[in-house]
């Protein structure tokens, strides 16, 4: 951020991005105007978190039959989200095979060495404004571990964006976009 001449800005991260806030603006808060977390926590282990990986893991194939196979996939991490959202994330995520098939731009071998440490100690130490939001719907971001990490830093406005799970910005833009453009004004 120094070498780009960035100064101060105002930071937003979502899932493993939401984590990366945490140290980023607890290490450098000359740098963060304010944070926003999105639906993520602090904690080492997270059974939701566990089962996703568990399922990239193990479970879920590289290749699809189709598009619209990727797409149903997708459907199940974020059921609100709107079919056209679906689509292009889809198309941006996969590459086209022969015959019609899609894969994963992903290479699986980078799942097996994500690293999920304690980020408390970050959590409580951010000392820029921080928005935290949980999607309504979200079993990774549970309401009781939520108000754990508000209790662990006081001040910390926090909103649920109703009808989203983890992916809540996908499946209800409107009000993630309402209330993102509200805290980031206060700082304007």
Known sequence: MDKLNLGR?????????????FYYA????EHVTRAVIVDIDPDPANPET??????????????????????????????????DVLRHQ????????PGGRRAWKR???????FQRPD???????????VLLIRGGNSNLLSQPLADKMLAARPGTRFTVVPGGSHWCYDENLPAF?????GFLKEAA
């Open 9 to 21: 800005f105002n930071i937003v991260g979502h899932s493993n991005g939401g984590r990366v806030v």
């Open 26 to 29: 607890a290490e450098h808060p």
């Open 50 to 83: 566990s089962r996703m990986f568990n399922t990239w893991y193990y479970k879920e194939p590289d290749e699809w039959d189709s598009l619209q196979v990727v797409v149903d996939r997708l459907r199940e991490r974020a059921p609100n989200a709107p079919e």
């Open 90 to 97: 889809a198309i941006a995520m996969t590459k086209e095979l």
């Open 107 to 113: 290479d699986r071998k980078l799942l097996f060495g």
């Open 119 to 129: 980020a408390w100690d970050k959590w409580r130490s951010i000392k820029p404004p």
């Open 177 to 181: 976009v309402q209330t993102l453009k």
